[in-house]
């Protein structure tokens, strides 16, 4: 059975697309600690990160690195933290939250609530940024 990004990157799942290479897909997370808070995926389902071949691997963490310079562009913020948890979802994921203290990475802290439309456009500018 495929997980839920899976279904995301193959959009039978809508999602607040940011960007997609042609091995990782980035998409806003819509339960964010952050506005800008977004996860990277492979688009090959693998459950543990450190499961992932190396290529994909590297792949991965460079595309991550694009969106979180895209991400600081948009969202005022003192840094990118980045964390890889990997309990929620059994497919290899890394978030990437604005964050301007260690406390703004606290998982237990209650989560943002951002309209659709909010989130639509934070998607496209952060689109519009990634190099």
Known sequence: MSSIFTKIINGEIPSYKV????TCFAFLDINPLA???T???PKKEVDYIFDVEDEL???LMLFAKKV???????????RVGVTVIGLEVPHA?????PINGISDMNFAKPKLALDKDELSELAKRMASEFR
């Open 35 to 37: 506005k800008g808070h």
């Open 39 to 41: 996860l990277v995926v």
């Open 57 to 59: 691997y590297s792949d």
């Open 93 to 97: 994921h890394i978030h990437l939250i």
């Open 68 to 78: 979180g310079k895209a991400i600081e562009k948009v969202v005022p913020c003192e």
């Open 19 to 22: 960007v997609e290479s042609e």
